[in-house]
């Protein structure tokens, strides 16, 4: 119970998750919560931290009574709301009559308790709010809610319900209005549309995305929430907000007008929202690069002119939707026949206006899919991803052909690929949207001819880009309720053995419904793969992330589960946008790139996985797809043992991993034993992978002749054999690898084969403009050093300490490009990234910097006059940090900081891109020849028909002086390179005296040892969860005050393991966007953003 209770709060959460499985219910949790005193907190926690009433259970009426019970709860026991991170009630149904829960606990409750309530909840950073007491304070006093972000408002006047004239730090606003034309009012739903832009432009500086809805009045007795309206807009009320400077808006880049009219209204009151959409987004059209944009009918025609008009004045538009206000949407005959209504004429003036568009929605577009209609698409040649609806999602259709013939659903999926053919080369993943009818026999007709549409669409030559397609078909009834019948993913992804452009393996994933019944049943998942290949052509782009799910081929229940646990198949973005259309009737959801991308809130919900399969999926990742690693568990040595928090790392990296390497090698053999040998190896790795993702015990590394087996070996046994998801995690990461190594240093023909080689000299390569940037500013510099002048010693001392410290900081953000973040970036990003001008814009994001305590060091040595001033560098990562770290040592050389530097490298391929010995000669080659080296066109270069700029002759110049300068320090010996397997064991640093005594007393040696890297700081520190105020000396234990070394880390963080900060910075970071708050996580601490320059004076 002892060390339960030592465990982190998310951990705790994710054995409650993982104990029970999912679905998790109330009950189970509040069971949990009995069970053991040490899960009581977590659960508690639990209940109250995302209250979400979207996911219920299917008998409704029990899920509302749960509801209306937990509402109580947080009025009756007010402390518990201060657990709330989200609070959303169920997106209101303008039909219907029934009252939410918190709008029934409103009617029967005390409503000055809700609000003591609603002040507790300080810690909310997202909500969606109906009517109620609660909703009307959180409204009031919006600005008072320092980390809320994104709030939804829906049948809430905010000319009743506003918040003071103060500044908010909402970046997502969303404002569902009420019209109320058709009854007895003076006023409609655009004049709380024009006085809401006015209170946003006054008080919202950081919002980001916008977007207003219009709605029929509801036909729900809300209850009466006046009493609390303590903002009511008056004519003085509203001048305050008009007086104050309306901020700029400089964040904003998406806004979306939806609306949904009585019938007779929509032409008079669609001029009133165009005039106002316009006005708004000529104002911000600076900063704009995504609207959603209603598209209504007039006299029965579809208008695109407000909404041309609109996309005209947004030159750097990205992303378009339409949604089309239509009760037949935008017939086959309409959009060839009718000019003002022509989508023919509407698309070729668009892509003229708006020629960089690289997304584009349409909710409908009537009938059905053919070539005509793919080919209007083809104006725009840059658009990267399209969604389309062929139907009005609000009307009840018959059956696409009646009572279809088998032959009738072929032709319609024959029209389906046609309209997939004609659409533009450039795009890359296509929605289509089909609705029909819920008619099993129809159904199941007209299901099973799409199951095998992906080879067709895939090989055909226009649509080598193409890596995603999904075909959505939605089953309505009689109700037009709206559910994903059905649906075919496909995702192209590489070939596993063939490293070929021509090949690749084409993934598709079937889901359907078990039962065609609405109110029951389960999806069905399979996932099938076939292998494509292409004769005389070869595939272009990217590929995509993965198999649709993370290829899960579960059955799942229809119905989510409330409270804790969202459904699979229900979070998958394109089903959420479609269920927020037919909510909505008619609108179309604006970012539907970015939902697709957006990485969840909280690992333990991500689709549903548990903490075993993200686990096994993040920890063996990098033996078939590189990703970043999970840091997860305590160090051992006699650190305290405390369980390190869950550290995700939300990068994708490219599909390279070892046994792709591996294969790509085998592949290019000629000879038969070498060729056999990388066989054996592959199968090895493949064991290896299927050990770890199935959580088989570890087991001892075969005995390569090193040394470091055996200590391995050794505490292998001390831990109890352990099972892979059941391991300290500094010592099961280095296992890995060493193990890995074992594999090719028992070989005959492969012992110095490094599998990760291709992928670091390949960033080396893409990270040329700094290279060369660098590399002018080195030679000046080193002229400078070089060339007698007549400044004081003082000036000269104050100039190279100045340099010191740029030589350093430039070291401390090469890390910040090594391939754990770089595998998410293009390749204009790693440029972008690694330029003087990124470094400069970084240097505030330094936490904590003692560099002048090490240049005080250096600077000591060399006023004293001591003969050898050697330095130390524990190397990180290769390509451009490795080129970075001998820019430095060249610095230090011929500034007199140091007389010799020692390089240490690692002895064995580690943690993806460390430095080899072998990577310094590869380095070097490339300086000594650059212009063949950066002129010669990479895979992807060619893949994407891409030729390198020739270097001009000074940059050739350039580099060649660098090459000379290195080569000379390594020949006087004065540069060198010293290995020992000490670096890659499977402890921390803490153990380097009593394990490494020798290369102890070699680095006693040293004026200054230099750790680089993440890793390297986490091995200095015990990797363990110190408190972060701990002096940086303290935590590195042995190494610290008396060791003999002086020791400077110089670390950006990405993983929670932090010393030596100010008191109160973690605070300050923490409450922080993304920060991690109060949630147990230090998540401003992953991302590489933040940087520590640590010193500790051993010496």
Same mark, same amino acid.
């Given at each position: 119970?002892?060390?339960?209770?030592?465990?982190?709060?998310?951990?705790?959460?994710?054995?409650?998750?993982?104990?029970?499985?999912?679905?998790?219910?109330?009950?189970?949790?509040?069971?949990?919560?009995?069970?053991?005193?040490?899960?009581?907190?977590?659960?508690?926690?639990?209940?109250?931290?995302?209250?979400?009433?979207?996911?219920?259970?299917?008998?409704?009426?029990?899920?509302?009574?749960?509801?209306?019970?937990?509402?109580?709860?947080?009025?009756?026991?007010?402390?518990?709301?201060?657990?709330?991170?989200?609070?959303?009630?169920?997106?209101?149904?303008?039909?219907?009559?029934?009252?939410?829960?918190?709008?029934?606990?409103?009617?029967?409750?005390?409503?000055?308790?809700?609000?003591?309530?609603?002040?507790?909840?300080?810690?909310?950073?997202?909500?969606?709010?109906?009517?109620?007491?609660?909703?009307?304070?959180?409204?009031?006093?919006?600005?008072?809610?320092?980390?809320?972000?994104?709030?939804?408002?829906?049948?809430?006047?905010?000319?009743?319900?506003?918040?003071?004239?103060?500044?908010?730090?909402?970046?997502?606003?969303?404002?569902?209005?009420?019209?109320?034309?058709?009854?007895?009012?003076?006023?409609?739903?655009?004049?709380?549309?024009?006085?809401?832009?006015?209170?946003?432009?006054?008080?919202?500086?950081?919002?980001?995305?916008?977007?207003?809805?219009?709605?029929?009045?509801?036909?729900?007795?809300?209850?009466?929430?006046?009493?609390?309206?303590?903002?009511?807009?008056?004519?003085?009320?509203?001048?305050?907000?008009?007086?104050?400077?309306?901020?700029?808006?400089?964040?904003?880049?998406?806004?979306?007008?939806?609306?949904?009219?009585?019938?007779?209204?929509?032409?008079?009151?669609?001029?009133?929202?165009?005039?106002?959409?316009?006005?708004?987004?000529?104002?911000?059209?600076?900063?704009?690069?995504?609207?959603?944009?209603?598209?209504?009918?007039?006299?029965?025609?579809?208008?695109?002119?407000?909404?041309?008009?609109?996309?005209?004045?947004?030159?750097?538009?990205?992303?378009?939707?339409?949604?089309?206000?239509?009760?037949?949407?935008?017939?086959?005959?309409?959009?060839?026949?009718?000019?003002?209504?022509?989508?023919?004429?509407?698309?070729?003036?668009?892509?003229?206006?708006?020629?960089?568009?690289?997304?584009?929605?349409?909710?409908?577009?009537?009938?059905?899919?053919?070539?005509?209609?793919?080919?209007?698409?083809?104006?725009?040649?840059?658009?990267?991803?399209?969604?389309?609806?062929?139907?009005?999602?609000?009307?009840?259709?018959?059956?696409?052909?009646?009572?279809?013939?088998?032959?009738?659903?072929?032709?319609?999926?024959?029209?389906?690929?046609?309209?997939?053919?004609?659409?533009?080369?450039?795009?890359?993943?296509?929605?289509?949207?089909?609705?029909?009818?819920?008619?099993?026999?129809?159904?199941?007709?007209?299901?099973?001819?799409?199951?095998?549409?992906?080879?067709?669409?895939?090989?055909?030559?226009?649509?080598?880009?193409?890596?995603?397609?999904?075909?959505?078909?939605?089953?309505?009834?009689?109700?037009?309720?709206?559910?994903?019948?059905?649906?075919?993913?496909?995702?192209?992804?590489?070939?596993?053995?063939?490293?070929?452009?021509?090949?690749?393996?084409?993934?598709?994933?079937?889901?359907?419904?078990?039962?065609?019944?609405?109110?029951?049943?389960?999806?069905?998942?399979?996932?099938?793969?076939?292998?494509?290949?292409?004769?005389?052509?070869?595939?272009?782009?990217?590929?995509?992330?993965?198999?649709?799910?993370?290829?899960?081929?579960?059955?799942?229940?229809?119905?989510?589960?409330?409270?804790?646990?969202?459904?699979?198949?229900?979070?998958?973005?394109?089903?959420?946008?479609?269920?927020?259309?037919?909510?909505?009737?008619?609108?179309?959801?604006?970012?539907?790139?970015?939902?697709?991308?957006?990485?969840?809130?909280?690992?333990?919900?991500?689709?549903?996985?548990?903490?075993?399969?993200?686990?096994?999926?993040?920890?063996?990742?990098?033996?078939?797809?590189?990703?970043?690693?999970?840091?997860?568990?305590?160090?051992?040595?006699?650190?305290?043992?405390?369980?390190?928090?869950?550290?995700?790392?939300?990068?994708?990296?490219?599909?390279?991993?070892?046994?792709?390497?591996?294969?790509?090698?085998?592949?290019?053999?000629?000879?038969?034993?070498?060729?056999?040998?990388?066989?054996?190896?592959?199968?090895?790795?493949?064991?290896?992978?299927?050990?770890?993702?199935?959580?088989?015990?570890?087991?001892?590394?075969?005995?390569?002749?090193?040394?470091?087996?055996?200590?391995?070996?050794?505490?292998?046994?001390?831990?109890?054999?352990?099972?892979?998801?059941?391991?300290?995690?500094?010592?099961?990461?280095?296992?890995?690898?060493?193990?890995?190594?074992?594999? =090719?240093? /028992? %070989?005959?023909?492969?012992?110095?084969?490094?599998?990760?080689?291709?992928?670091? +000299?390949?960033? *080396?390569? &893409?990270?040329?403009?700094?290279?060369?940037?660098?590399?002018?500013?080195?030679?000046?510099?080193?002229?400078?050093?070089?060339?007698?002048?007549?400044?004081?010693?003082?000036?000269?001392?104050?100039?190279?300490?100045?340099?010191?410290?740029?030589?350093?900081?430039?070291?401390?953000?090469?890390?910040?490009?090594?391939?754990?973040?770089?595998?998410?970036?293009?390749?204009?990003?790693?440029?972008?990234?690694?330029?003087?001008?990124?470094?400069?814009?970084?240097?505030?994001?330094?936490?904590?910097?003692?560099?002048?305590?090490?240049?005080?060091?250096?600077?000591?040595?060399?006023?004293?006059?001591?003969?050898?001033?050697?330095?130390?560098?524990?190397?990180?990562?290769?390509?451009?940090?490795?080129?970075?770290?001998?820019?430095?040592?060249? =610095?230090? /050389? %011929?500034?007199?900081?140091?007389?010799?530097?020692?390089?240490?490298?690692?002895? +064995?391929?580690? *943690?993806? &891109?460390?430095?080899?010995?072998?990577?310094?000669?590869?380095?070097?080659?490339?300086?000594?020849?650059?212009?063949?080296?950066?002129?010669?066109?990479?895979?992807?270069?060619?893949?994407?028909?891409?030729?390198?700029?020739?270097?001009?002759?000074?940059?050739?110049?350039?580099?060649?002086?660098?090459?000379?300068?290195?080569?000379?320090?390594?020949?006087?010996?004065?540069?060198?390179?010293?290995?020992?397997?000490?670096?890659?064991?499977?402890?921390?640093?803490?153990?380097?005296?009593?394990?490494?005594?020798?290369?102890?007393?070699?680095?006693?040696?040293?004026?200054?040892?230099?750790?680089?890297?993440?890793?390297?700081?986490?091995?200095?520190?015990?990797?363990?969860?110190?408190?972060?105020?701990?002096?940086?000396?303290?935590?590195?234990?042995?190494?610290?005050?008396?060791?003999?070394?002086?020791?400077?880390?110089?670390?950006?963080?990405?993983?929670?393991?932090?010393?030596?900060?100010?008191?109160?910075?973690?605070?300050?970071?923490?409450?922080?966007?993304?920060?991690?708050?109060?949630?147990?996580?230090?998540?401003?601490?992953?991302?590489?953003?933040?940087?520590?320059?640590?010193?500790?004076?051993?010496?």
């Amino acid at each position: 119970m002892v060390s339960l209770q030592l465990l982190p709060t998310e951990i705790l959460e994710l054995i409650i998750f993982n104990f029970q499985g999912p679905p998790i219910q109330y009950a189970n949790i509040l069971s949990a919560r009995r069970s053991c005193r040490a899960l009581a907190q977590p659960c508690r926690e639990l209940l109250y931290r995302d209250i979400d009433f979207n996911f219920q259970s299917e008998d409704w009426l029990a899920a509302q009574l749960m509801q209306v019970r937990l509402i109580r709860g947080l009025y009756l026991k007010k402390s518990n709301a201060a657990f709330i991170r989200t609070f959303k009630n169920k997106p209101h149904d303008v039909y219907s009559c029934s009252l939410d829960a918190i709008g029934r606990v409103t009617i029967t409750s005390n409503w000055q308790n809700l609000v003591k309530t609603a002040k507790k909840m300080k810690r909310l950073t997202e909500a969606y709010m109906t009517p109620s007491f609660l909703a009307a304070q959180i409204i009031a006093t919006a600005p008072k809610y320092k980390i809320l972000r994104k709030l939804t408002v829906a049948q809430i006047s905010p000319m009743l319900h506003i918040w003071d004239n103060r500044t908010t730090r909402l970046t997502t606003l969303r404002w569902e209005l009420a019209d109320s034309i058709g009854e007895d009012s003076n006023r409609s739903g655009f004049d709380d549309v024009d006085f809401l832009i006015g209170v946003v432009e006054a008080t919202c500086p950081a919002l980001i995305n916008f977007d207003i809805v219009i709605r029929p009045p509801s036909q729900t007795h809300w209850p009466d929430i006046s009493p609390l309206s303590l903002n009511r807009c008056t004519a003085n009320t509203e001048s305050i907000y008009r007086l104050r400077p309306a901020s700029s808006l400089k964040c904003l880049r998406h806004f979306g007008q939806y609306y949904d009219l009585m019938p007779g209204t929509e032409s008079s009151l669609m001029i009133d929202f165009t005039s106002i959409f316009h006005r708004f987004v000529e104002k911000h059209c600076s900063t704009l690069s995504s609207v959603v944009v209603a598209v209504g009918s007039n006299g029965g025609l579809i208008s695109f002119n407000p909404a041309l008009q609109a996309c005209r004045l947004l030159p750097r538009l990205q992303t378009l939707s339409l949604a089309v206000k239509s009760r037949y949407g935008l017939s086959t005959l309409s959009f060839l026949e009718n000019e003002d209504s022509s989508l023919t004429l509407f698309l070729r003036s668009l892509s003229v206006s708006n020629r960089f568009l690289q997304r584009l929605s349409i909710s409908n577009v009537g009938g059905s899919f053919h070539a005509e209609l793919g080919a209007l698409f083809g104006y725009f040649e840059g658009l990267k991803s399209l969604r389309v609806g062929n139907t009005d999602m609000a009307i009840v259709l018959a059956d696409p052909f009646g009572h279809p013939s088998p032959q009738d659903c072929q032709a319609y999926k024959s029209g389906i690929v046609d309209f997939i053919h004609a659409l533009p080369e450039s795009l890359e993943e296509v929605y289509l949207g089909i609705n029909i009818t819920q008619s099993s026999f129809a159904f199941d007709y007209f299901f099973v001819p799409l199951n095998d549409i992906g080879p067709e669409v895939f090989t055909y030559a226009p649509r080598l880009r193409l890596h995603t397609l999904d075909l959505h078909l939605w089953l309505h009834n009689e109700s037009v309720r709206l559910d994903p019948g059905a649906g075919v993913f496909c995702r192209r992804l590489p070939h596993p053995v063939a490293q070929k452009d021509n090949a690749r393996r084409l993934w598709t994933s079937v889901m359907h419904l078990r039962s065609s019944n609405f109110t029951s049943g389960f999806y069905l998942i399979s996932h099938r793969f076939s292998d494509l290949e292409l004769k005389s052509q070869k595939f272009l782009g990217h590929d995509a992330r993965g198999i649709w799910l993370d290829g899960s081929d579960e059955a799942y229940e229809n119905w989510g589960r409330w409270p804790g646990y969202r459904d699979k198949i229900s979070s998958y973005p394109p089903f959420q946008n479609r269920l927020e259309l037919a909510r909505l009737e008619y609108s179309v959801d604006a970012l539907s790139s970015r939902a697709d991308t957006t990485p969840p809130s909280s690992p333990r919900l991500w689709w549903g996985n548990n903490m075993r399969n993200l686990m096994a999926r993040e920890a063996s990742a990098f033996l078939l797809e590189p990703e970043s690693i999970l840091s997860l568990y305590h160090p051992q040595s006699t650190i305290p043992t405390i369980l390190f928090s869950l550290t995700p790392w939300n990068t994708t990296p490219k599909p390279t991993g070892a046994i792709d390497d591996v294969h790509r090698a085998v592949s290019e053999v000629t000879e038969d034993a070498k060729r056999d040998e990388g066989k054996r190896i592959v199968e090895q790795l493949a064991k290896l992978k299927y050990e770890l993702q199935h959580d088989r015990k570890l087991t001892p590394i075969p005995d390569d002749g090193q040394p470091d087996i055996e200590g391995y070996n050794k505490e292998l046994e001390a831990l109890g054999t352990p099972s892979w998801f059941n391991i300290p995690w500094l010592y099961a990461e280095c296992y890995l690898y060493r193990r890995v190594a074992s594999s =090719f240093a /028992l %070989s005959q023909y492969w012992k110095s084969y490094d599998v990760f080689a291709r992928q670091k +000299i390949s960033t *080396f390569r &893409s990270s040329r403009p700094a290279v060369l940037e660098l590399a002018a500013r080195y030679h000046e510099l080193v002229k400078q050093m070089e060339e007698k002048n007549n400044k004081s010693e003082e000036e000269i001392d104050q100039a190279e300490k100045i340099l010191f410290m740029e030589m350093c900081e430039i070291c401390l953000w090469g890390n910040a490009t090594d391939l754990s973040l770089l595998t998410s970036l293009t390749y204009e990003d790693i440029q972008k990234l690694q330029g003087s001008e990124a470094r400069k814009a970084s240097e505030k994001n330094i936490i904590v910097n003692d560099l002048e305590a090490a240049y005080d060091v250096l600077k000591k040595a060399k006023r004293e006059g001591k003969q050898n001033r050697q330095v130390d560098i524990v190397l990180d990562n290769a390509g451009f940090e490795l080129y970075v770290d001998l820019i430095l040592a060249g =610095f230090l /050389l %011929s500034a007199g900081l140091a007389t010799n530097v020692i390089l240490h490298p690692k002895s +064995i391929p580690w *943690f993806v &891109s460390d430095v080899l010995p072998g990577d310094f000669a590869a380095l070097l080659n490339a300086l000594a020849d650059p212009q063949p080296f950066y002129s010669t066109p990479s895979d992807e270069e060619k893949n994407n028909e891409v030729t390198p700029k020739q270097l001009t002759q000074k940059e050739v110049d350039e580099l060649s002086f660098l090459f000379q300068n290195w080569s000379g320090f390594h020949q006087e010996g004065q540069l060198r390179l010293r290995s020992n397997r000490f670096w890659t064991e499977g402890g921390s640093f803490w153990r380097l005296p009593s394990t490494a005594p020798r290369l102890h007393e070699d680095l006693k040696e040293s004026e200054l040892i230099i750790f680089k890297g993440d890793l390297n700081y986490r091995k200095l520190v015990g990797d363990a969860t110190w408190d972060p105020t701990t002096p940086f000396p303290k935590a590195i234990g042995p190494l610290g005050p008396g060791s003999g070394v002086n020791v400077l880390a110089l670390r950006t963080c990405k993983a929670d393991v932090v010393v030596g900060l100010p008191s109160g910075k973690d605070e300050e970071l923490r409450a922080m966007e993304g920060g991690g708050g109060d949630s147990g996580a230090r998540k401003w601490a992953w991302s590489g953003k933040w940087a520590v320059v640590s010193f500790s004076a051993g010496a």
